[in-house]
């Protein structure tokens, strides 16, 4: 069974203090693995897709890395305007996602 | 640019009530998708439509009907709904079966 786990469910930072959320996944075929940013009250919004072992994508102060089984979104210095749910899902065959629960940050000034 | 257009925001619905949420595109993307999200469920695939005349059920397709209308727009439809399909709703839509796919803001329904 295709599935999606995140961790931490939860994760309080401080201003300017780097962290990581995980992203592990089984399933039979991956097509793709997107990280999405959601706000309150608002739909997912695409940060980034990354399909091999290896591959590294940036944007402002996050990065995303890729393995045979899991991702990292690394937050450096991150600032209170970062606070939001980071979701992960993953391409699967038939033209679907499998989304994970979604990591809840919040960055405090 | 509009994106995905969801239509209503807010819904409260009794019991057995029917209703029709409605999503359109504008980015001449072929599949388009009906997602649910439950507090620590993630989203839920319940319908999706890989190009204009087809659909295919997902994972949780039981109490849903969808119709897509043309290469735009992709309906969801309640035939009669419970208090289990009180969720927040979302459309989104993927140029193909390859991409990132975009999402609209969301129905939060409500059935009593």
């Known amino acids: 069974e295709d599935q999606v786990t995140q961790s931490p469910e939860a994760l309080r930072l401080q201003e300017g203090e780097s962290s990581s959320l995980n992203c592990s996944y089984t399933?039979?075929?991956?097509?793709?693995l997107f990280w999405y940013r959601q706000d309150p009250g608002k739909g997912p919004e695409f940060l980034f897709t990354l399909y091999s072992a290896g591959e590294e994508k940036e944007k402002e102060r996050l990065k995303a890395t890729l393995t045979k089984k899991e991702s990292f979104l690394h937050i450096t210095a991150p600032k209170p305007e970062d606070s939001a749910t980071y979701l992960c899902?993953?391409?699967?065959?038939?033209?679907?996602?499998?989304f994970g629960p979604g990591t809840r940050l919040s960055v405090l000034p | 640019n509009a994106g995905v257009t969801q239509t209503p925001k807010f819904q409260v619905l009794k019991t057995g009530q029917s209703m029709t949420l409605q999503c359109a595109q504008d980015m001449n993307h072929n599949s388009m998708y009906w997602y649910r999200q439950d507090p620590g469920m993630g989203l839920r695939l319940i319908y999706y439509?890989?190009?204009?005349?087809?659909?295919d059920k997902g994972e949780v397709p039981n109490g849903y009907n969808v119709s897509r209308l043309n290469k735009r727009e992709f309906s969801l439809r309640l035939e009669s709904a419970a208090p289990s399909q009180t969720s927040v709703y979302f459309c989104a839509s993927r140029k193909s079966g390859q991409g990132e796919a975009f999402f609209g803001q969301g129905t939060r329904l409500t059935v009593v």
């Open positions: 399933v039979s075929g991956l097509r793709g």
């Open positions: 439509s890989a190009s204009e005349g087809t659909t």
């Open positions: 899902a993953v391409g699967i065959y038939g033209q679907n996602f499998v």
